[in-house]
């Protein structure tokens, strides 16, 4: 099966201002926040993108939509690459991939109703206005949110936070996307509404057979959205593989240290420490070799001098480590 998105060797990194010594010794220092990533995306996939803030996941889901541009390296949908489009052929891609905004409060107008906020995108895109109100009160419907009436001429801040997701969702989906990237869909939502929007996710994607990227921090959270599971570390992946597998047999050191973050449900179960400790290095002075080595707890001499590849092992993960090369 073909890819629908597909990226090759992908960086993408965001200069600093210099300090006078970096100006005087002629550096040009820059955030690393994705370095040689590839990662094909097969049509109407699931896929999650983990990893802890600074990782490159959000990044990574701009670049696979065009809202930013890569520094090297190539991102293709659809066989088509994304660096060159313009004008119709841009709005075209546009039409198809949609972004889900983190945070619901903030992805809205606060001057525009929820009717011409969902419709907005249907006017970009050139739809005739005689159809809005049809597809926005179809969208409206998918979202679970049909009795339309009650909302259309509210705003925003009349909303409770899981209503306003659901309708930063019909906004993403009024133009019947075949792409939708949901930036940490739930984290900014009570967790008492968390579970309904995640049960929406899935019919939305399983309905519409849509092709979706999930990036989240939270490995529980996305293992039951996504049949795969790409794990990030300070802008590279370091695993790849079916989120079954990975959360039964992680491979990576650090997927390990995912995994066992995740809650149990049981409170009084006994759970094992984290096996690594401290945070995420400077995205700008990245470690030499395996980025991880600062915190892994089996970096050994190799580590330090060469930068593991990413490579599939026998049970069907690609893994970044020299202990699985
Ligand atoms: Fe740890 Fe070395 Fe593997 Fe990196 S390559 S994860 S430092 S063992």
Request: aromatic share 6%; hydrophobic share 45%; glycine share 8%.
């Amino acid at each position: 099966m073909s890819a629908l998105v597909e990226l090759r060797d992908v960086v993408k990194h965001f200069p600093v201002s210099r300090s006078l010594g970096e100006i005087v010794r002629g550096r040009h220092p820059a955030v690393r926040a994705l370095d040689g990533v590839s990662l094909e995306i097969g049509a109407s996939d699931a896929v999650a993108v983990v990893g802890e803030s600074g990782c490159g996941k959000t990044t990574l889901g701009r670049l696979m939509l065009k809202l930013t541009e890569p520094s090297a390296g190539a991102i293709t949908f659809d066989g088509t690459a994304l660096g060159g489009l313009s004008g119709a052929s841009l709005r075209a891609f546009r039409r198809q991939a949609q972004l889900v905004f983190q945070n619901p409060f903030d992805a809205l107008n606060p001057r525009f109703t929820i009717y011409r906020a969902v419709a907005e995108p249907l006017l970009n895109a050139g739809i005739p206005r005689a159809e809005h109100a049809d597809r926005v009160a179809q969208a409206f419907r998918r979202v679970h949110l049909p009795d339309l009436e009650r909302y259309l001429d509210r705003y925003p801040h009349q909303l409770s936070g899981g209503q306003l997701q659901r309708v930063v969702l019909a906004r993403a989906l009024v133009l019947a996307p075949r792409f939708l990237v949901a930036d940490e869909p739930v984290s900014m939502l009570d967790v008492s509404v968390r579970a309904g929007i995640l049960a929406l996710l899935r019919e939305v994607r399983d309905d519409m057979g849509l092709t979706a990227v999930y990036i989240s921090h939270d490995l529980a959270l996305v293992r039951y959205l996504c049949e795969r599971t790409v794990v990030m570390y300070l802008g590279t992946m370091v695993e790849d593989g079916p989120t079954a597998e990975i959360v039964r047999n992680p491979r990576h050191p650090y997927t390990r240290a995912l995994v066992a973050a995740v809650p149990v449900p049981d409170a009084d179960q006994a759970r094992a420490p984290l096996p690594i400790a401290g945070n995420v290095p400077d995205a700008r002075e990245p470690p030499s070799g395996c980025r991880f080595r600062d915190r892994c707890p089996h970096a050994f001499a190799r580590c330090a001098e060469e930068a593991p590849a990413l490579r599939e092992t026998a049970d069907g993960h690609r893994v970044a480590c020299h202990l699985d090369n």
